[in-house]
């Protein structure tokens, strides 16, 4: 029986450098510590992505949802230590991974090794399902393993996802839902020419001005009780000429639109093309989608969370679907509850990245207090 504490366990996967999609030997870590605990583990490789996963007991289905995948440490001389060695300072670890997501990976582990070894006859099934392209791509991930589930008929109850979803306080907020993500170039033409005779040719620079602003201040009217409302973010722009005499012939603008479900990708597609064309401009427009957004209505799980981090951290939890996209988003068509909650996010991909020891050890017993709550 492999006997590691949450800090132990969270060094040695810390120590590899998983930078997404490559998992270069955490899950085989996890695996191990599973099967020493009953576990019947399943590793399956999906291209370059890793992806495990592990099922004990029978019963209702409890299932924790995971990354072992980070992002790039940035500069290294920006960090105060090597990232891929954990770092112990007045209370605090610090690694890339340690907060998204490997800090609440680790006491996943842990909880469920102390939840089994007091409750070994639970009535009930804890499954892991991790993965190694979250950071990236998300394509040969939980979404190809949500797949396989469904055509084997796989039942998940609830599902709880280890994303950094505090802010403040250990647990202060947990996500529920997640808007979805739309992404798109935008080619705004012009005619190129020397920039001293402006009237004889046409700046798509000046003509972008007015445009951009009211997309920016576009008014979705779609905000409600569970979403913020939909919103465009502009995060690059970029000219056909780097020559300060010329007037650049085309400007590449590229943006983002975080969406709710009551604004469909059609609808954000049709307004945002009838706003170009009010503005009589010669463009070209290319749209990605990365996700739909999900809402998991509070039914069982999310009362005995916000239950489970009151009994440890004695404070009241608030329910959100902000901030970004997460894997959460493919259980919900497993008709699954789901629910986020992980560590502190204040400093996640960034360098130096952290977090106390004290909250460590409290998520560990959190999640402990959730599957007792659940199976108990």
Not at 163 to 190: C, M, W
Not at 227 to 241: A, G, R
């Amino acid at each position: 029986m492999i006997l590691l504490s949450v800090i132990e366990l969270l060094k040695k996967l810390v120590e590899i450098p998983s930078i997404s999609p490559l998992d270069l030997g955490c899950q085989n870590i996890i695996g191990e510590i599973l099967v020493s605990l009953g576990f019947k583990v399943e590793k399956i490789l999906i291209n370059k992505t890793s992806n495990l996963w592990a099922e004990h007991g029978k019963g209702k289905t409890f299932t924790f949802l995971g990354h072992t995948d980070v992002v790039p440490p940035g500069n290294i001389k920006n960090w105060n230590s090597n990232p891929f060695s954990l770092r112990i300072s007045n209370n605090y670890v610090f690694g890339r991974g340690v907060v998204d997501m490997k800090g609440s990976i680790a006491a996943m582990i842990v909880a469920v090794r102390d939840f089994i070894f007091r409750y070994p006859f639970y009535k009930g099934r804890i499954t892991f399902l991790i993965t190694s392209d979250e950071e990236s791509t998300g394509t040969d991930g939980t979404v190809k393993i949500v797949e396989k589930l469904i055509q084997r008929k796989e039942k998940i109850d609830f599902c709880l996802v280890g994303e950094p979803t505090s802010e403040f306080i250990l647990g202060d907020v947990i996500k529920n839902g997640r808007r979805g993500s739309l992404s798109a170039q935008l080619i705004i033409y012009g005619v190129q020419g020397h920039i001293a005779y402006p009237h004889l040719f046409d700046n798509p620079i000046h003509k972008s001005i007015l445009i951009l602003q009211n997309l920016i201040k576009y008014d979705w009217k779609d905000k409600n009780e569970f979403f913020p409302s939909t919103q465009l973010q502009i995060y690059k722009i970029n000219s056909s000429t780097n020559a300060n005499n010329v007037i650049p012939g085309e400007l590449k603008i590229e943006f983002n639109v975080r969406f709710n479900p009551k604004t469909t990708v059609s609808k954000i597609k049709s307004i945002i093309s009838f706003l170009l064309d009010s503005s009589n401009l010669k463009y070209k427009l290319n749209w990605k989608q990365f996700s739909n957004p999900f809402y998991s209505k509070p039914c069982k799980l999310i009362p005995i969370v916000e239950k489970s981090i009151n009994s440890i951290q004695k404070i009241s939890t608030q329910v959100s679907t902000s901030g970004g996209t997460s894997d959460g988003r493919f259980f919900s068509n497993m008709n699954s509850e789901i629910v986020e909650l992980g560590l502190i996010n204040k400093t996640i991909h960034q360098c130096n990245e952290r977090t106390s020891i004290s909250d460590l050890k409290a998520l560990v017993l959190i999640y402990k207090k959730i599957i007792c709550n659940l199976f108990i």
